[in-house]
């Protein structure tokens, strides 16, 4: 019989204070009191659940927001590769600024904007790698499960691409609002992918309450 192991991916609430910025892998604050749609998801997501979240203040917070919602979770295990893709000496700029920073750095960039680095950041394809990694990691460890997950956009761009074999350009057109929850399951059927088995896709971007 095949085993399923199914993740539930959640956007963090909306960031503070960074409108027309790049925030990326910044500790930015997040707004958590809409108590409404917190209490939606703590009815939608599953009881029982693994939980895990990146290693930013407006992850975890949210994960806390679910639990004094009404939704009884653990300790959620802290993953910093499930982080926002870091942007380097851009994080915290517009893209006008960005620009006028180093036109040369910008233009290179947006030439591959999927498989090139920001100056002393990191790629999406590199977001891609190391969220994929977590993700085997974890469908082995936790076997049978659910799992849910506080994270970015990005990360959760980066996983659907996982969950699909998508190419990194695919991937980043993929748009997750905050507090959206898309569900993947992963399947153990005897075909040799991934952590041993295939990816579906139950829902992307699922906005609650």
Excluded at 147 to 152: D, L, M
Excluded at 171 to 183: W, Y
Aim: glycine letters at 10%.
């Amino acid at each position: 019989m095949s085993v399923h192991t199914r993740w539930w991916w959640v956007r963090h609430a909306p960031v503070l204070g960074v409108d027309g910025v790049i925030y990326g892998a910044n500790d930015v604050e997040c707004d958590v009191s809409n108590a409404a749609h917190f209490q939606s998801l703590a009815e939608t997501l599953p009881k029982d659940a693994f939980w895990v979240t990146s290693h930013l203040t407006r992850a975890k917070k949210t994960a806390r927001a679910i639990a004094e919602a009404g939704l009884k979770i653990p300790d959620p295990k802290i993953e910093e590769h499930l982080g926002e893709q870091n942007f380097g000496d851009w994080q915290g700029l517009s893209w006008d600024q960005m620009r006028e920073t180093d036109a040369e750095a910008y233009d290179a960039f947006w030439s591959d904007p999927t498989g090139n680095h920001p100056p002393g950041g990191e790629s999406f394809v590199d977001l891609i790698d190391r969220t994929g990694a977590v993700i085997e990691r974890l469908t082995t460890e936790h076997r049978g499960r659910d799992i849910v997950v506080v994270a970015h956009g990005g990360t959760i761009r980066a996983a659907l691409s996982v969950a699909l074999d998508l190419d990194p350009v695919q991937g980043m057109a993929i748009q997750f609002d905050t507090l959206s929850v898309s569900i993947l399951e992963h399947v153990e059927d005897g075909l040799l992918r991934g952590a041993g088995g295939v990816w579906r896709v139950v829902g992307v971007n699922r906005l609650v309450g």
